[in-house]
């Protein structure tokens, strides 16, 4: 149930994930994912302090570890900062890490972004988890087998990949395992709302399962790192280069435009390579989003599909927060 409501109640929905099949050419065919649903929230409130790792709820009535521990990794998503809905740190997400009834405080990592100021509206909802997105005895239907006969889910972990598959045979039993670990239960590991994840299939035939959550509303703040970042549409709407809000004129807050040698790079999985797009400044072809190879042609109504995973490229040697704005704009 909600604690005390401080914005409407997010419309439910349901998203169908596809991975593409090899279509008898042998090998594995790639798909870059996403979610675009998130886990219903399961409490919604206003905190009336914060620390800085903390929210504090003078109104709520949890109990100790409810949202975290054996009940499930849970994390809370700012939905206002001061009563504004555009404020700096809206749309910033954070895992919970310890609850308390007595003090009706909940501990958060990473630490909150600096400049937050109460009152805060926030939402806390579940992680999804490989068992939640994939089902916990792959309902999803991913061909299952070994590590190297599975189907196999990819994640970046920043400085290299972690990959899943479900195991269904040999030492280690029945269940979902990480490359590496075949005898440990990793079907609760966290998959993050904003990052994507690729599907390496070795089956002929496309497999599609049904993800149902709750619609992503209001903005979204991602963090961009220097290097490349595997990210998300969250929403249920295409966004396009122009609306995506990735490039805001400010290198500070945005994606470093330039020409194409060196500005940062927005890269779309075609199916067989990347199309790569980045925001130019100035030369031939003037100023806006092009594709490498057409910088004479506008790019702006590019799209990135709903449930689309993609990469950011960072060349510039400072990260920035992509606040990306809701989209459809309403329901």
């Known amino acids: 149930m909600f604690g005390q409501s401080t914005t409407t109640t997010q419309p439910i929905g349901l998203v169908t994930v596809t991975a593409t099949g090899t279509g008898g050419t042998g090998g594995t065919k790639t798909s870059f994912k996403a979610l675009a649903v998130t886990p219903e929230a399961v409490w919604q409130g206003k905190a009336s302090a914060v620390g800085i790792n903390t929210i504090t709820d003078s109104t709520a009535a949890w109990t100790d570890s409810k949202f975290n521990g054996s009940n499930g990794p849970h994390y809370v998503e700012?939905?206002?900062?001061?009563?504004?809905?555009?404020?700096?740190?809206?749309?910033?997400?954070?895992?919970?890490?310890?609850?308390?009834?007595?003090?009706?405080?909940?501990?958060l990592t990473p630490n909150l972004a600096a400049g937050l100021t109460?009152?805060?509206?926030?939402r806390i909802h579940k992680h999804w988890t490989i068992a939640s997105v994939f089902g916990a005895t792959n309902s999803a239907g991913l061909q299952g087998?070994?590590?190297?006969?599975?189907?196999?889910?990819?994640?970046?972990?920043?400085?290299?990949?972690?990959t899943y598959y479900y195991q269904t045979s040999g030492i280690g039993g029945t269940g979902w395992r990480k490359s590496g670990a075949a005898t440990v239960d990793a079907s609760g590991d966290i998959i993050y709302l904003d990052e994507c994840f690729l599907v390496k299939r070795g089956q002929t035939a496309n497999?599609?399962?049904?993800?149902?959550?709750?619609?992503?509303?209001?903005?979204?703040?991602?963090?961009i790192d220097p290097g490349m970042n595997f990210v998300s549409n969250v929403y249920s709407a295409a966004l396009t280069l122009a609306s995506s809000g990735l490039y805001t004129g400010s290198s500070t807050t945005g994606l470093a435009g330039g020409p194409a040698v060196s500005a940062d790079q927005v890269l779309l999985w075609n199916g067989t390579g990347y199309d790569i797009y980045y925001y130019q400044t100035s030369g031939l072809g003037g100023t806006g989003w092009r594709k490498s190879g057409a910088a004479t042609l506008d790019a702006s109504s590019t799209s990135i599909g709903a449930g689309t995973g993609f990469l950011i490229r960072r060349l510039n040697a400072t990260p920035f927060n992509w606040v990306a704005p809701q989209h459809p704009a309403a329901f």
């Open 78 to 107: 700012i939905i206002s900062v001061n009563f504004s809905t555009t404020a700096a740190g809206v749309g910033t997400t954070y895992s919970i890490s310890a609850t308390s009834a007595a003090s009706k405080t909940i501990t």
């Open 118 to 122: 109460a009152p805060i509206g926030y």
């Open 145 to 162: 087998g070994n590590s190297i006969s599975a189907d196999q889910v990819v994640f970046s972990n920043g400085t290299g990949y972690d």
């Open 207 to 223: 497999v599609s399962f049904i993800v149902a959550g709750a619609v992503k509303t209001g903005r979204t703040t991602i963090g």
